[in-house]
């Protein structure tokens, strides 16, 4: 049977292989960023109690890329069926919270540590302003230091869900330890970037089924905005710069 592309960008394509996906990386892509991508994937497999495509292999093509095997996940992604179900979008954001929720319940203590990953990522940014820079970084060393299980991209996208409504969740490569409420003030944003009404629905049942002051996601927005600009993507950097400014919240 032969490969068929489901996806690609800059940096890797991914095909389905029979009851397998296999995420091909360009020439050149970093062998560590690869194998710690493969590590990350193992370690969440080992916490256990998360759907999450099982690793089959990593090995080189016969071109020289480096590529993941994984089991192909049979259905559509929450954010088609979002599309696809506007009528259900309550119900579908219902469940999502849920899900994040349960895997925020999880630890996995040989991760990377949320705050030492941001710490590295605001000190990275070349155009910020020095004083916002030491603002951002005395701000992030002052946070409560938890050990929650953190996605790092949790949105629609990245949650297949199968016919019979079982939910996978994938592309863990940003899994870190640390606070939940920053990991939702990503996944916040994320969803800002898109649609501001459904951000605001999401924020608000995160806050209700925790009994979270909303306040207290709120003060990691101008921090994963930092976190974001490495990303360097020019239709986002008008709105995390508004953000990096904004420091109290009412």
Same mark, same amino acid.
């Given at each position: ?5 489901i ?31 493969? *590590?990350?994937?193992a #370690? ?11 690793? +089959? ?27 696809e ?33 941001m710490? #590295? ?11 916002? #820079? ?13 050990v ?19 939910m ?27 649609? +501001? ?7 608000? *049942?995160?806050c ?12 990691? *927005? ?5 976190? +974001? *600009?490495?990303?360097? #993507? ?17």
């Amino acid at each position: 049977m032969a490969r068929e592309l489901i996806s690609k960008n800059a940096t890797k394509s991914v095909y389905r292989d029979g009851d397998k996906a296999v995420k091909v990386f360009c020439q050149g892509f970093p062998k560590a960023e690869v194998l710690n991508e493969a *590590l990350i994937s193992a #370690r969440i497999e080992a916490v256990g109690g998360i759907n999450i495509p099982r690793i +089959q292999e990593v090995a080189v093509e016969e071109d020289g890329c480096w590529a993941i095997t994984k089991d192909f996940i049979e259905g559509k992604t929450l954010q088609q069926l979002m599309d696809e179900n506007p009528d259900k979008q309550d119900e579908y954001l219902n469940q999502m919270v849920d899900l994040q929720l349960m895997i925020h319940s999880k630890t996995c203590p040989l991760l990377n540590k949320l705050k030492d990953k941001m710490a #590295r990522q605001i000190s990275e940014i070349e155009d910020l302003n020095p004083v916002n #820079r030491y603002d951002l970084l005395t701000r992030l060393d002052s946070t409560p230091k938890h050990v929650k299980l953190c996605h790092g991209d949790f949105q629609p996208n990245n949650i297949i869900v199968k016919p019979d409504g079982t939910m996978y969740v994938l592309d863990w490569v940003h899994a870190t330890q640390g606070n939940a409420s920053a990991d939702v003030a990503r996944t916040y944003l994320l969803f800002c970037l898109e649609n +501001q009404e459904k951000a605001d629905k999401y924020m608000d *049942l995160f806050c209700q089924k925790t009994g979270t002051d909303k306040r207290y996601v709120q003060q990691w *927005l101008p921090l994963v905005a930092a976190a +974001q *600009l490495t990303k360097k #993507r020019p239709e986002e950097q008008e709105l995390l710069h508004n953000w990096l400014n904004v420091f109290d919240y009412q």
